[in-house]
């Protein structure tokens, strides 16, 4: 054996950790070759999201409900109580909500959609803006079409894919208190605040930013609602960055970040560990109530929202899981494993590593594409043609278009996500898709970009087809 090859541990000067799970089931993935996959591309238009899964070898199009589940979360889906009214499970899922997020009143999804579109329709008076730490595709939809318009009002330092500002996703609060004297309080919704902002690679909120914004926001008498999707990774960055928490457990600090909010909206599929659940919790009653009745034309009667007994009791066990900080730890450690092999290779990427997805900066990778010519989604398109992996585009394509003028939003990031599954992939799996980001790297000179020649009216990512541009 050479005497550099070196364990992960050693290479970061520490002793090594391994994930705090063995595994006891295993799903087979499929190989394929080059001529295989070029012809999959085609079908699906170059678009990731139109691929077979059964055609892809390490997914990494989301971590959304794509996480492997507990052996007692398996166990609590034998004990759903599939009840239309009063399920015990709802009870359960409650509990968990108000004992680790902190919030009085509490209203199942079916997915972190669902919930957006009930605050942003019980929220949002037409003309109203709605002042956040970065745009999320489903979230800004959902208050447009509530007849909202959003204000990206995070600090600078988010739209640099290079800085290394260690909480990228904070409000920048003058630029929200400007907004706020020119439109007026009253012309103001809610925050749309989000930790981790998915957008900006995965970038956490300080614990000093959310107090100040609250200080603000009571000054104006403006509510603050969270988009708590990945907020317990933005509780690692804050134990492992921010002065006061380092002695301090994951669980607490989600809690007092929570405390300076008014209620959050939730994708459980993403921290909470289930494969499908969303939810609602706030502290005001008379909202709660709005909340309650619209669940019931929406998604379901307000004990089940739009899921079974059973996904509810997974989701309660999930968010005990979620909160423990080996969990978090090894979650995020894999993906800065990832980060840093693409780092000591100079590839171009979003730093510092975010929480649930390495970004690949796709303007930097490919300089001699415009954005007209879809750098990120051209990027995903070329991993999946190199090796199968596939990923997903985060730029021009997911930003869509101005609802006033038409035209495409060009925004300052143009990315292509590797985001990792909880509790899926192992270590040798990150090595073989570190290889291939570097393949297509190598190879990136000869690349030409896409055309788009379909495209959806809302959210035109999901389903927007493309053909590559010839010679
Ligand atoms: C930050 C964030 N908010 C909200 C959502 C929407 O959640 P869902 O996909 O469960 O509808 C997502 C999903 O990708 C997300 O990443």
Redesign the pocket.
């Known amino acids: 054996m050479t005497d550099h090859f070196k364990t992960m541990g050693q290479q970061f000067g520490r002793r090594s950790w391994a994930e705090p799970w063995k595994i006891k089931m295993v799903e087979p993935l499929t190989m394929t070759d080059r001529p295989y996959r070029q012809s999959a591309m085609q079908e699906a238009g170059y678009n990731t999201f139109l691929l077979r899964s059964e055609d892809v070898y390490i997914d990494l199009l ?1 971590d ?1 409900g794509t996480s492997a589940m507990s052996d007692r979360q398996w166990a609590g889906m034998m004990l759903g109580d599939e009840a239309y009214a009063g399920s015990r499970n709802f009870y359960h899922l409650e509990e968990a909500i108000q004992t680790h997020y902190g919030y009085r009143y509490v209203v199942p999804t079916h ?4 919930a ?1 579109h009930l605050l942003s329709q019980a929220m949002i008076k037409p003309g109203q803006f709605i002042p956040g730490n970065m745009y ?1 595709t ?2 800004r939809l959902h208050q447009e079409l509530a007849g909202g318009t959003f204000v990206d009002v995070i600090i600078d330092e988010a739209h640099d894919p290079q800085n290394m500002h260690p909480f990228k996703g904070n409000v920048d609060l003058d630029k929200l208190q400007d907004l706020i004297e020119r439109v007026g309080a009253g012309n103001i919704a809610y925050i749309s605040l ?1 930790g981790t902002v ?1 957008m900006a690679g995965g970038q956490p909120v300080s614990m000093e930013n959310v107090r100040l914004l609250r200080d603000l926001c009571d000054r104006y008498g403006i509510r603050i609602y969270l ?1 708590a ?2 907020m317990v990774e933005n509780a690692l960055f804050i134990q492992e960055r921010e002065e006061g928490y380092a002695g301090k457990s994951i669980a607490q600090i989600l809690k007092e970040f929570c405390s300076y909010t008014d209620g959050a909206w939730m ?1 459980a ?2 921290d909470n560990l289930v494969n499908i659940g ?1 939810w609602l919790a706030v502290n005001h009653n008379d909202l709660f109530e709005e909340l309650r009745n619209m669940v019931v034309i929406y998604e379901g009667l307000h004990t089940y929202g739009g899921l079974a007994g059973r996904d509810m009791e997974a989701m309660a066990i999930g968010i005990v899981e979620a909160v423990q900080d080996d969990h978090v730890r090894s979650r995020v450690g894999q993906v800065r494993y990832l980060g840093q092999l693409l780092l000591d290779w100079n590839i171009p990427i979003v730093q510092p590593v975010g929480g649930h997805a390495i970004f690949l900066d796709a303007r930097s990778f490919y300089p001699h594409l415009s954005q007209d010519l879809f750098p990120a989604q051209t990027l995903a398109a070329e991993l999946y043609l190199d090796s199968g992996i596939r990923s997903m585009e985060r730029g021009v394509v997911s930003a869509g278009r101005d609802p006033e003028t038409g035209d495409h939003r060009y925004p300052k990031l143009e990315l292509t996500r590797l985001t990792i599954p909880r509790r899926v992939y192992t270590q040798a799996h990150m090595d073989v898709v570190a290889e291939s980001v570097k393949a297509v790297y190598d190879a990136r000179q000869q690349t030409r970009g896409l055309k788009l020649v379909y495209e959806p009216k809302y959210l035109r990512f999901f389903q927007a087809r493309f053909e590559p541009i010839e010679d």
Do not use: I, L
């Open positions: 989301t959304s997915q972190g959609r669902g957006e999320f489903t979230t989000a998915n988009d999707t990945r994708s599929k993403k969303g």
